[in-house]
T-cell receptor, first 115, second 115 residues
Framework: QQQVKQSPQSLIVQKGGISIINCAYENTAFDYFPWYQQFPGKGPALLIA?????SEKKEGRFTISFNKSAKQFSLHIMDSQPGDSATYFCAASKAGGTSYGKLTFGQGTILTVHP | NAGVTQTPKFQVLKTGQSMTLQCAQDMNHEYMSWYRQDPGMGLRLIHY???????DQGEVPNGYNVSRSTTEDFPLRLLSAAPSQTSVYFC??????????????FGPGTRLTVL
């Protein structure tokens, strides 16, 4: 039972283009939605996160868009660079202290940015 | 700070062997978790801990044991290795203080192959 579904599995973008990765969740109790970035041979690292009280959050070239009614959220990478080539995971959890340590991850998207 | 450290980096086991994957963190985080990463499956939670002496099961706990005698260490034990346990294992730690939600810090991973 995959509570967070992520698409696409892989994505190829030209340098300077926009990369878009989508996630959908089922559990309406989720109220914290982070995105993690993972380079080959490394552990995932937090990239950007959002709570459902806002519809959009931007940090530099990275933006999360959140649609609570549709139970969907997406990551947009503007002006994509070859250095952005990595695997991206969306995740979800409840924000309360008792839910810490229990992230539910999507399946991952392998992003390749061609120079 | 070393952050989250994991040993070994690589391990090959034969079916039926047992072993312990080590995880340590020096950030004084209360919460620690073990995930396994498989292609197309994302990261799945095996076990987690909310503090020394307190552990609980995640999504895929069968075949694994954990204990947490100190804040710093959270070892994962494979009791009788099976080929289905071939995976990359990540340890993570987090603390709720001052963050938007569960910002988990991941170790570099252990790549385990069971023959």
């Amino acid at each position: 039972q995959q509570q967070v579904k992520q698409s696409p599995q892989s994505l190829i973008v030209q340098k300077g283009g926009i990369s878009i990765i989508n996630c959908a969740y089922e559990n309406t109790a989720f109220d914290y939605f982070p995105w993690y970035q993972q380079f080959p041979g490394k552990g995932p690292a937090l990239l950007i996160a959002i709570r459902p009280d806002v519809s959009e959050k931007k940090e530099g070239r990275f933006t999360i868009s959140f649609n609570k009614s549709a139970k969907q959220f997406s990551l947009h990478i503007m002006d994509s660079q070859p250095g952005d080539s990595a695997t991206y995971f969306c995740a979800a959890s409840k924000a309360g202290g008792t839910s810490y340590g229990k992230l539910t991850f999507g399946q991952g998207t392998i992003l390749t940015v061609h120079p | 700070n070393a952050g989250v450290t994991q040993t070994p980096k690589f391990q090959v086991l034969k079916t039926g062997q047992s072993m312990t994957l080590q995880c340590a963190q020096d950030m004084n985080h209360e919460y620690m978790s073990w995930y396994r990463q498989d292609p197309g499956m994302g990261l799945r939670l095996i076990h987690y801990s909310v503090g020394a002496g307190i552990t609980d099961q995640g999504e895929v706990p069968n075949g694994y044991n954990v204990s947490r005698s100190t804040t710093e260490d959270f070892p994962l034990r494979l009791l009788s290795a099976a080929p289905s346990q071939t995976s990359v294992y990540f340890c993570a730690s987090s603390s709720p203080s001052g963050s938007l939600g569960d910002t988990q810090y991941f170790g570099p991973g252990t790549r385990l192959t069971v023959l």
